[in-house]
């Protein structure tokens, strides 16, 4: 696992802090549209939160509404703490934390780790877990 | 939501005699500390390198999230915690990542992201729910 260029992982942390800084910047749902290419059309995951038992498996179309209606209620996003490993040339596992706020005020707090593929020369998120840590 | 200090301490506290007891442990390590933090309806949820859907297990289900740690214990693997984060949601609940590294002969041979859910019950800290994403190998 540590015999990979190190220009792959800037490579693809490149990629990865131009969508962050897409989403950082959204502040309309039409501005959302560039992101959504990056979600594969497979692309699901799983959410756990406060008071939940079991993680809760959600697809592309829950994972994608669940951002327009954060951002189209004015909060803005940021990440901390992000942590970037490649698998190999083509994959690329990171984990984060998202903060949602609103004005000043964190509002949300999740831990993602999300899953990424190289396909057709593009990368793609194929795969994410999120833990809301506190609304 | 970060606005708990004491808690946060207290946690970090409980969490690190985990790792430690994780980390240093040997064949004959008694992992019953280790055990009794396993909450009573504790759920994993394990992603290896495919796309497919987590695994889900369930301590209910007799899944017992520790054979594969004695296996390991017994073989000569050490192990060691990378870029933890822990966040309180409140002062009976905490959310936490790290990234967990085997290692065998000083080699890294495998490395797993975990976030863990844990909650205080009694007093005393138990996991309740954990994912688990494999990186490599």
């Known amino acids: 696992m540590n015999h990979l260029p190190e220009n792959l992982l800037a490579a693809f942390t490149a990629v990865h802090d131009r969508i962050n800084e897409l989403w950082a910047t959204a502040r309309t749902v039409a501005d959302l549209e560039p992101l959504e290419a990056f979600c594969h059309e497979t692309y699901h995951g799983t959410y756990g939160g406060p008071g939940l038992d079991k ?24 990440i901390e703490n992000r942590t970037i490993r490649m698998r ?18 964190d509002v949300a707090r999740l831990f993602t780790v999300e899953n990424w593929r190289l396909v057709d020369g593009a990368w793609k998120l194929m795969r994410e877990t999120v833990e809301q840590v506190a609304e | ?67 594969a740690m004695r296996k390991a214990l017994g073989s ?30 000083g080699q890294d041979v495998m490395r797993n992201f975990f976030v863990q859910t844990y909650a205080k019950v009694d007093g005393a800290w138990k996991l309740t729910r954990e994912t688990m994403e494999q990186v490599a190998p």
């Open chain 1, 55 to 78: 993680v809760q498996p959600f697809e592309r179309k829950d994972g994608l509404e669940g951002v327009r209606q954060a951002i189209a209620s004015g909060n803005t996003t940021r």
């Open chain 1, 88 to 105: 190999s040339v083509t994959e690329a596992v990171v984990f984060f934390e998202r903060i949602f706020a609103k004005g000043d005020r």
């Open chain 2, 1 to 67: 939501m970060n606005n708990l200090p004491e808690a946060l301490r207290e946690f970090t506290a409980f969490h690190d005699r985990l790792s430690q007891l994780a980390a240093m442990g040997g064949p004959e390590t008694d992992l019953g500390p280790l055990e009794a933090a396993i909450h009573e309806s504790y759920h994993g949820a394990y992603s290896n390198t495919g796309l497919a859907k987590p695994k889900t297990f369930d301590k209910r289900e007799g899944y017992d999230p520790f054979v």
């Open chain 2, 76 to 105: 000569g693997h050490t192990t060691r915690m990378e870029n933890r984060t822990i966040r309180m949601r409140n002062e009976d609940e905490a959310v936490v990542f790290f990234e967990h590294v085997v290692v065998k002969d």
